[in-house]
């Protein structure tokens, strides 16, 4: 079961048996390529208006300007009452404490930072009984100096939310995934220590221009697991002990399809030999533990610079979706991983006591006696690269090409600067709410379950507000008319654009 | 006894007798609720929802996500004429079922049975989906078979367990009746001659897409209005967007679809075999008992669930996920049940509020009118009762 993920791998050997019999024909030339010279790699994203962001253009921080307006959440209150109460815009500081609740964000610009004393942390501790700590799907949000402990769903878990930042908190025992943003754009995830996850201590899921930085996770199934999602950079973190270090999957069977464009570079990715305890049907659960990067699928994947050391069964993993047998199948999604480019990294001890199926893929690849595995790849991998072969034990990456650039220092980072909100004016909400609210009672000029547009202009020519007001708290005018359910769940702008929009409709 | 009725019924129609007179039939030249006429004479959505965005434009996401793209811009006479020929039991094979039989604006736009009946009193298999919101779908049927209104709608009309017709028949009823020759050509005026297949499914199109709800409570909490729900609702949404529950992972807002192929293990109700779902279409062995997963959009409007009907009220379709990963497999069957489908150990208060939650999605503000009368002068009799 744990090794469901490449069971498939027997088959494999086959072909590539056939591959040193007919395609490694003498030794190749040793190719010794220098990665601190050389051309450098150039991501597949370009932001709008082709603006490639160098060095002096960093960006640090996508929330956009930190709000002005502060709340103070003190031990022993209620961090959800203060969101609740908050206008979008406002700083939660949440002071050292016990808080046992789910906080969830549907409004943008909030902030909830915990205020951290002589190492003391505000602990969001869900006892095993809570679901998630933090639900969010506001954008510009930011999630700072927490510390979650004891959740069953989710450490922090984004609904679409973009323009994400979420950095410095301790996030342990807490679930299936400690750090999950779903489906949003912009976000940074940097400097979180995560442990104890059942699934990915942090997770990209379905998301797009994303860095995850500068964190450590540990003692979890996955340590950093980048899923269907676009354009992710995920540097200098330290991962280790986990079943599986460092994940870019394509998971069949979700709606957005590909991951492409990641770049692992420059993380410590040491000793992920934790025994997998994935729930069963799990994607994860399927992964050898001991297995430091693993690439399912995904393209564009670029490993380069990392300390890759200790993973018992091998380095790097590269497969598809035909060798992973405990997953489903989407006819839309691209099974293989096209184009890894696997750049200067350091390998050390890796491989040394792998499963039966690498053994066999390194015999088929003329490594008779081999002690350790670095590099294995099965399946499809069209369009790949490496340089420096010569110094990893690999199997089945003997037809990758040579990279024609050696490093990653052109793409600093794939984030863009916070988009303003959108502006809409009143006219165009006016007419939106009349068309997609209003329009279900009334009709110009005949009868429907209110009264006619053309009598209520009659009645309120000259005075939008008086409409406004109406609306808001309406009484029984017409005994021939059911009396008019309230509209004050539009706010108060809202209503005086609708207003006005609706005096001026002419059919 | 019954059946000799509605075939009496029928004969009626046919006959004419009764008919109504055809300039008694006009087509609106109003766009329905929703939506704005534009300056070229179509008819296009307007919702809050265009205010937002979405990750690749693919309109899933979280509570202030823009909707996926959709179906608009037809006239608002093909809409009208769609609508008639919707009510109208002149496409079914014997006059008896309309496509508003199984798709009941009283009904939630589906039929409140476990699975439809078709117009030999048959079984057709599968339960009657709703048609709100189908404007933005792009699979249509429980094993996604379709890949749009107008490739589905062939399917219930010629099926021999559902509406039982033949191309042959449909259009020769058609292009016998004055009225709709004359409303075929008001919809589309620049097409002369004898009504054609594609027209009919054209219009049928049109009118699905007006079915828009997109005003329940939920969607004033999603635009700004906290108070919208109660606070067991919101408890709700907050069990279903957990990641214990994980019923957003599929049933993704704004829609509450994400319309992939799921295989989740759900039983047959008694009796019932074993239905493969997309396995067969899609040739894929590992979607052996898949099925699209469903809008849960006015979902309390909709019981039974599942899409054999195995459930017959919302909480026990909810208490289903609630059970354990694959409890209801039979036992000699390999499925290779979704990810998603996990034994999350909910409590009973928990299922109960994302009972509740689910309570907070019905809105049928935009309910369409059931024409007094359509052209063939046929009474709509319901489902082969």
């Known amino acids: ?507 | 006894m019954i059946r000799a009725l509605v075939l009496l019924v029928a004969a009626m129609g046919t006959a004419g007798a009764t008919g109504p007179a055809p300039t008694d039939f006009t087509l609106n030249t109003h766009c329905p609720p929703g939506f704005e006429k534009t300056r070229a004479g179509v008819c296009e959505l307007r919702t809050l929802y265009q205010f937002y965005d979405s990750l690749e434009n693919r309109g899933l996401g979280g509570t202030r996500t823009a909707l996926p793209p959709h179906r608009d811009g037809f006239t608002p006479q093909q809409i009208d004429l769609g609508r008639y020929l919707f009510f109208d039991p002149l496409l079914s094979g014997d006059g008896t079922l309309a496509c508003a039989s199984c798709h009941d604006p009283a009904r939630g736009l589906s039929d409140g049975r476990p699975r439809s009946i078709g117009i030999h009193g048959e079984d057709a298999g599968r339960a009657a989906p709703t048609l709100w919101n189908v404007a933005f779908l792009k699979r249509f049927f429980w094993d996604a078979r379709a890949d749009s209104l107008e490739a589905q709608a062939p399917g219930p009309l010629y099926s021999p367990r559902e509406m039982g017709n033949t191309p042959v028949q449909l259009l020769t009823s058609l292009n016998g009746n004055a009225t709709y020759r004359r409303l075929f050509t008001q919809a589309f005026p620049n097409r002369r001659g004898a009504i054609v297949e594609q027209q009919v499914y054209s219009a049928l199109a049109a009118f699905q897409t007006s079915l828009i709800s997109l005003n329940s409570r939920y969607d004033r909490y999603v635009h700004g209005y906290d108070a919208a729900l109660s606070d067991r609702e919101i408890e709700g949404l907050n069990v279903f967007r957990s990641f214990v529950a994980r019923c957003s992972e599929c049933h993704t807002p704004p829609l509450f679809t994400n319309e992939q192929i799921a295989v989740i293990g759900m039983p047959e109700p008694a009796g019932q075999p074993f239905d493969v779902g997309a396995e067969t279409i899609l040739n894929s062995p590992k979607l052996k008992g898949g099925f699209k997963v469903p809008t849960l959009r006015n979902i309390a409007r909709t019981a039974p669930y599942s899409h054999s009907g195995a459930f017959p009220d919302l909480r026990s379709a909810v208490a289903f996920y609630n059970k354990g990963r694959g409890h209801a497999v039979p036992g000699d069957m390999h499925l290779y049940l979704h990810w998603h489908i996990s034994d999350p150990q909910l409590t009973e208060t928990e299922v109960d509020r994302i009972a509740d939650f689910l309570g907070a999605l019905t809105d049928e503000a935009f309910l369409p009118q059931t024409p007094a009368r359509v052209p063939s002068g046929l009474t709509l009799t319901k489902r082969g009762e």
């Open chain 1, 1 to 507: 079961m744990k090794k469901g993920l490449i069971l498939g791998l027997l088959v494999a050997v086959l072909a590539f048996g056939a591959g040193l019999f007919f395609g490694r024909n003498g030794k190749q030339d040793l190719k010794i390529s220098s990665s601190a010279g050389g051309a450098s790699y150039r991501g597949g994203f370009k932001a709008e208006g082709d603006a490639v962001s160098g060095p002096a253009g960093v960006i640090h921080s996508v929330a956009g300007p930190a709000p002005t307006n502060v709340v103070v959440v003190k031990d022993g209150e209620s961090i959800q009452a203060a969101i609740k109460a908050a206008a979008p815009g406002t700083i939660v500081h949440v002071m050292p404490g016990t808080y046992h609740e789910t906080v969830y964000v549907d409004k943008d610009d909030i902030r909830i930072i915990g205020v951290i004393e002589e190492g003391r942390r505000a602990v969001l501790d869900g006892e095993k009984k809570l679901n998630d700590a933090i639900l969010y799907s506001g954008n510009n949000f930011v999630a700072e100096n927490l510390e979650i402990r004891n959740y069953k769903g989710n450490g922090i878990m984004g609904q679409a939310g973009n323009n994400f930042e979420i950095r410095n908190n301790v996030i342990a025992e807490s679930g299936v995934y400690g750090v999950f943003p779903q489906l949003g754009q912009n976000g940074i995830v940097e400097h979180n220590v995560v442990s104890g996850i059942a699934d990915a201590a942090i997770y990209i899921g379905m998301s797009d221009n994303i860095l995850v930085a500068h964190n450590e996770v540990f003692d979890s199934v996955a340590g950093i697991e980048i899923e269907n999602s676009r354009h992710a950079i995920v540097e200098n973190n330290y991962v280790h002990n986990n079943s599986g270090g460092l994940l870019a999957f394509v998971t069949p069977g979700l709606p957005i399809k590909d991951t492409v464009d990641v770049i692992f570079r420059n993380n410590f990715v040491v000793g992920n030999n934790h025994p997998n305890f994935g729930a069963p049907g799990s994607t994860v659960s399927g992964i050898p533990a001991g297995t430091g990067i693993l690439v399912m699928a995904a393209d564009d994947v670029v490993i380069e610079g990392n300390i890759i050391s200790d993973n018992k069964v091998s380095g790097i993993i590269i497969t598809d979706h035909a060798h992973a047998s405990n997953i489903t199948a989407d006819p839309e999604s691209d099974p293989n991983s096209d184009r890894v480019k696997i750049l200067d990294n350091v390998m050390l001890r890796n491989g040394y006591d792998t499963i039966t199926e690498a053994k066999a893929l390194l015999l088929a690849d003329g490594k008779v006696g081999a002690r350790n595995l670095d590099i294995v790849r099965v399946g499809p991998s069209p369009g790949s690269c490496i340089i420096n072969r010569h110094q990893y034990v690999t199997a089945g990456v003997s037809d990758f090409a040579e990279c024609d650039f050696t490093n990653t220092a052109a793409t600093v980072n794939y984030l863009l600067p916070p988009v303003p909100p959108r502006e809409i004016k009143p006219g165009e909400r006016g007419k939106v709410v009349y068309l997609g609210i209003c329009t279900g009672c009334h009709t110009y000029n005949g009868r429907m379950i209110g009264p006619p547009v053309q009598v209520i202009q009659a009645l309120y020519m000259d005075n939008p507000q008086g409409l406004a007001d109406y609306i808001a708290t309406p009484t029984r005018k017409r005994d021939d008319y059911p009396e008019m359910p309230p509209q004050d769940y539009l706010d108060p702008e809202t209503r005086i654009a609708v207003a006005t929009y609706m005096l001026q409709v002419t059919n």
